[in-house]
């Protein structure tokens, strides 16, 4: 069973700022667009950022302008550079490896938690 492996959550002051990584085996990261989720207690699970092999990167509207996305194809991983933390950001954040049903769909990751209090 192929695994998505996430890293870099913890907890952050108001203000502060965290990178979250995602890993993949090689020939999922290649073909997939990686993305990263957030969901917080009671609330669905949202889209935060998502970005193909060579494309351009997408943002919720709560994000942009403080979140970046990126992807290190050498490494296989997905990163996602947090800014300007707020509480409301916080929640278990998700990395999907979005690729065509052809190769299996959707992989995702366990989650890791991001907390933002001080």
């Known amino acids: 069973q192929v695994e998505l492996a996430e890293s870099g959550g913890g907890l952050v002051q108001p203000g502060g700022s965290l990178r979250l990584s995602c890993a993949a085996p090689k020939v999922i990261f290649d073909r997939s667009i990686m993305a990263w989720y957030r969901q917080a207690p009671g609330k669905q699970r949202d889209l935060v950022a998502e970005l193909g092999a060579g494309g351009t990167a997408q943002y919720g509207n709560s994000v942009k302008g403080r979140f970046t996305i990126s992807r290190d194809n050498a490494k296989n991983t997905a990163y996602l550079q947090m800014n300007s933390l707020k509480p409301e950001d916080t929640a278990v954040y998700y990395c999907?490896?979005?690729?065509?049903?052809?190769?299996?769909?959707?992989?995702w990751g366990k989650g890791t938690l991001v907390t933002v209090s001080s």
């Open positions: 999907k490896a979005q690729q065509a049903l052809i190769w299996g769909g959707d992989i």
